[in-house]
Nanobody
Framework: QLQLVESGGGLVQPGGSLRLSCAAS????????IGWFRQAPGKEREGVSC????????YYADSVKGRFTVSRDNAKNTVYLQMNSLKPEDTAVYYC????????????????????WGKGTLVTVSS
């Protein structure tokens, strides 16, 4: 079965950190641009960070620059999103997606019909 599975979400206090994982099964992530998206209740989906398949170039939304870092481990067929200095406004369901789009285009088109979507993992930032 071809799928993406996110993990690593949970409840964290403001200022804390979490690392999300996006693992692929049934296919290899090597040739795909991978994006992290989030959607909070009542809000539009947002492209958080995207990473290219070719040279590891990255894109970050302004709201997370300097706090979040995306990386990929092709040997483990997994992409990570390290989230530091978390804020209550980071609370959302986080999804990963895989597609052949260029990384900036991917993050700027969060409603595009990506080839693969995960089911999401909930991140709650609260004291």
């Amino acid at each position: 079965q071809l799928q993406l599975v996110e993990s690593g979400g949970g409840l964290v206090q403001p200022g804390g950190s979490l690392r999300l994982s996006c693992a692929a099964s049934g296919f290899t992530l090597d040739y795909y641009t991978i994006g992290w998206f989030r959607q909070a209740p009542g809000k539009e989906r947002e492209g958080v960070s995207c990473i290219s398949s070719s040279d590891g170039s990255t894109y970050y939304a302004d709201s997370v620059k300097g706090r979040f870092t995306v990386s990929r481990d092709n040997a483990k067929n997994t992409v990570y999103l390290q989230m530091n200095s978390l804020k209550p406004e980071d609370t959302a369901v986080y999804y990963c997606a895989a597609d052949s789009l260029l990384y900036e285009a991917m993050c700027n088109n969060p409603y595009y019909g990506m080839n693969y979507w995960g089911k999401g993992t909930l991140v709650t930032v609260s004291s």
